[in-house]
């Protein structure tokens, strides 16, 4: 099985950091892309930035200039440094991964359990 655990959500100040972990473990033969999406009650899950395996990203316009991705290919893990918190970034964040699992020729998506995210004014 392939399982995607994630750490670092908390509770901050506006104009704080926090860092999101995101680690994908199991039988994994690659991984074509990660990113996170975040989604607060009443609205849909909407992306937050994915990276591919060539390293491109693709960052949603709110979050340009204040998070960043980054991933360690050999832990199969993605980072999402998060700076300059505003109380609109409140959410439960999720991690995703495309990836093939071993012995197989498709692809899917996982995703992790969430971790919350608090911005207090």
């Known amino acids: 099985q392939v399982q995607l655990v994630e750490s670092g959500g908390g509770l901050v100040q506006a104009g704080g950091s926090l860092r999101l972990s995101c680690a994908a473990s199991g039988s994994i033969f690659s991984i074509n892309s990660m990113g996170w999406y975040r989604q607060t009650p009443g609205k849909q899950r909407e992306l937050v930035v994915a990276?591919?395996?060539?390293?491109?990203?693709n960052y949603a316009d709110y979050v340009k200039g204040r998070f960043t991705i980054s991933r360690d290919n050999a832990k199969s893990t993605v980072y999402l440094q998060m700076n300059s918190l505003k109380p609109e970034d409140t959410a439960v964040y999720y991690c995703?991964?495309?990836?093939?699992?071993?012995?197989?020729?498709?692809?899917?998506?996982?995703w992790g359990q969430g971790t919350q995210v608090t911005v207090s004014s």
């Open positions: 995703n991964a495309n990836l093939h699992v071993r012995m197989l020729s498709v692809s899917y998506d996982y």
């Open positions: 990276i591919t395996s060539s390293g491109r990203t």
